[in-house]
T-cell receptor, first 115, second 117 residues
Framework: EAGVTQFPSHSVIEKGQTVTLRCDPISGHDNLYWYRRVMGKEIKFLLHFVKESKQDESGMPNNRFLAERTGGTYSTLKVQPAELEDSGVYFC?????????????FGPGTRLTVL | AQTVTQSQPEMSVQEAETVTLSCTYDTSESDYYLFWYKQPPSRQMILVIRQEAYKQQNATENRFSVNFQKAAKSFSLKISDSQLGDAAMYFCAYHRLFQGGSEKLVFGKGTKLTVNP
């Protein structure tokens, strides 16, 4: 069974540009999460999808970040326009069971560098 | 708000020896889950072990075990017979489940473990 995959693995862009990160969860997992780790800090929650619906987006930093999950399958996270402080590693995770804690399976992350 | 503290930014251990990574957390909830994840260099994060707060028995997975002290809000990870492949960043995480169905992990800053041959 394929794990969580993320694309690209690395992205280097200039301030003001747009970047779109993609996450493919494990097949059959209704829950999809985005997290971010800024250098030297904790991994922070960004948002939680249940199927195609945003269940919780309280961790999204601001309106420059837009997440979508088409048809309840893969998800994209777009940053537009990117700022220097957006640099970090963006992780996607998925889990199967709803309503009680379940193991979240993580992707390898996308390292975003904004110059 | 829940917080997770890992007070050891870096640790090292000799191969075949035992090491304990510490984690404390702050919560007012009585039922919750705790996790240890590891992230080897340039590889993805994987689950090491999980503990349900309502269970008094400490979780064990092969060479990995936890010392869960609920009253003290402590959740340390013990790695026995350390192997070179155990070298990684280790993250302690608290699982939050909200009434509306949203959920998330709250992470500590991580502990970088080096295993010396």
């Amino acid at each position: 069974e394929a794990g969580v995959t993320q694309f690209p693995s690395h992205s280097v862009i200039e301030k003001g540009q747009t970047v779109t990160l993609r996450c493919d969860p494990i097949s059959g997992h209704d829950n999809l999460y985005w997290y971010r780790r800024v250098m030297g800090k904790e991994i922070k929650f960004l948002l939680h999808f249940v199927k195609e619906s945003k269940q919780d987006e309280s961790g999204m930093p601001n309106n420059r970040f837009l997440a979508e999950r088409t048809g309840g399958t893969y998800s994209t996270l777009k940053v537009q326009p990117a700022e220097l402080e957006d640099s970090g590693v963006y992780f996607c995770a998925s889990s199967q069971i709803r309503g009680r804690p379940d193991t979240q399976y993580f992707g390898p992350g996308t390292r975003l560098t904004v110059l | 708000a829940q917080t997770v503290t890992q007070s050891q930014p870096e640790m090292s251990v000799q191969e075949a020896e035992t090491v304990t990574l510490s984690c404390t957390y702050d919560t007012s909830e009585s039922d919750y889950y705790l996790f240890w994840y590891k992230q080897p260099p340039s590889r993805q994060m994987i689950l090491v072990i999980r503990q349900e707060a309502y269970k008094q028995q400490n979780a064990t997975e092969n060479r990995f075990s936890v010392n869960f002290q609920k009253a003290a809000k402590s959740f340390s990870l013990k790695i026995s017979d350390s192997q070179l492949g155990d070298a990684a960043m280790y993250f302690c995480a608290y699982h939050r489940l909200f009434q509306g169905g949203s959920e998330k992990l709250v992470f500590g800053k991580g502990t970088k473990l080096t295993v010396n041959p």
